[in-house]
């Protein structure tokens, strides 16, 4: 039986943290020239300057800063009697331009034990994901409807993952240890059509970061 007055659907969300990091390299080489140098009398030159070149690179190196990842559990509360939100704080480690991306395992915050439901009742409640990044000289900003997040979602989204060089938000300069990035979930009281029914409502979503090129 459906209670529609009841106020038990109490609700968390929980992110986790997956870097996908590529690791710099380095190559030094060196060049050199050479000339025959005579002794004074036996003829000239009798000295020459020898140029040295030295080139290196550096690859491309992007991850979360240790101790600072976009991580943790988030207790929503009864989503059908107030609004709720929460921010969830993290540092990059990326040497040059970076993409960080979202991925719902449910889409929304799923009462995942409603089992078979009549017309009019969901267990499914929507909320709202916001990605800001911060880095040395820019900022990127987005926010999307939970749905489109999922790993089939067909909906447009900039930060839908897993991220790689092309997909996720976009952050154009380097982020090293710079603080005010954030991922947020947050959604009003819940006020959609059918009602929801009691339960545990629950959503993992899993942050990944690339080198972006």
Known sequence: MFCRGAKSKLAAVRLVAIAIAL???QAVRAQGLSQTVYAPGD???NSITLPILVTASVGGRCGFAPGALPQGTY??????????GK??????????????AVVSSNGGLLNASAG???????ALAPYTVAVHLVGGSSTADDNCAVSTLTASASGPCSF????????GLYLSSPSYDVTGSYIQVSA???????V??????????TVTVSASI
């Open 43 to 45: 003829g000239a030159p």
């Open 23 to 25: 690791v710099a390299s």
């Open 188 to 194: 009003p009281a819940y006020s959609g059509s059918s």
């Open 116 to 122: 078979t439901l009549a017309p009019g009742y969901a």
């Open 196 to 205: 929801l029914v009691n339960g545990n409502y629950t959503d993992t979503l």
């Open 75 to 84: 207790d929503a509360g009864a989503i059908d009697s107030a609004a709720w």
């Open 160 to 167: 839908r993952g897993p991220s790689s060089q092309t997909q």
């Open 87 to 100: 921010q969830f704080p993290f540092s990059l480690e990326c040497t040059g331009p970076s993409r960080v």
